[in-house]
């Protein structure tokens, strides 16, 4: 059982295309995240959630929107894609808003053309 | 200057030998670091974390803090060709929890 899942993998798609990527974890965690992983392997935090409730939104545009509909789930969709969106997606879970040991999930490779 | 600061690598050390990873901080203030390995094509894992100056050992693993210097560290004992991985140095701030702040990793190449 895989503890943290994210699908799809992988995303191609053109500019101006909207896509989702959806996340799940089984770990009975409070807190869901995603990072953003650009080619230069820099990790950066978009939002955080703890208990389907909004905690960070790291200055991220309004393109992005993350969606909670349990503490389980936290999914990403993301409008108008643009060239610059293309990374790879990380999900990822901890066992409360205080604990530094992140889980995540296998990535989600975006490109856009 | 960066939040969290990475030694710009890549690194790479022959088998055997110690590898050593530090990484800046800007502020001080009551904070946790947390060490993180990524093998190539793969997601990040836990391998250490440190929350108060001074040594933390776990196994082949040995993290440092020095909250005066303002420096964290990670050194790797008896370096294997697979601990050839990039290593991100991660900070999160007591006042800013659900916020893990990383640095830009480190390539670390261990060569037989």
């Known amino acids: 059982d895989t503890a943290v899942s994210q699908t799809p993998k992988y995303l191609v798609t053109q500019m101006g295309n909207d896509k989702s990527i959806k996340c799940e974890q089984n770990l009975g965690h409070d807190t869901m995240y995603w990072y953003k992983q650009d080619s230069k392997k820099f990790l950066k935090i978009m939002f955080s959630y703890n208990n389907k409730e909004l905690i960070i939104n790291e200055t991220v545009p309004n393109r992005f929107s993350p969606k909670s509909p349990d503490k389980a789930h936290l999914n990403l969709h993301i409008n108008s894609l643009e060239l610059g969106d293309s990374a790879v997606y990380f999900c990822?879970?901890?066992?409360?808003?205080?604990?530094?040991?992140?889980?995540f999930g296998e990535g989600s490779r975006l490109t856009v053309l | 200057q960066k939040e969290v600061e990475q030694n710009s690598g890549p690194l790479s050390v022959p088998e055997g030998a110690i590898a050593s990873l530090n990484c800046t901080y800007s502020d001080r203030g009551s904070q946790s670091f947390f060490w993180y390995r990524q093998y190539s094509g793969k997601s990040p894992e836990l391998i250490m974390s440190?929350?108060?100056?001074g040594d933390k050992e776990d196994g082949r693993f040995t993290a440092q803090l020095n909250k005066a210097s303002q420096y964290v560290s990670l050194l790797i004992r008896d370096s294997q060709p697979s601990d050839s991985a990039t290593y991100l140095c991660?900070?999160?701030?007591?006042?800013?929890?659900?916020?893990?702040?990383f640095g830009q990793g480190t390539i670390l190449t261990v060569h037989p």
């Open positions: 440190i929350y108060s100056n």
């Open positions: 991660a900070r999160q701030r007591g006042t800013s929890y659900g916020k893990l702040t």
């Open positions: 990822a879970s901890s066992q409360d808003l205080a604990a530094g040991e992140l889980f």
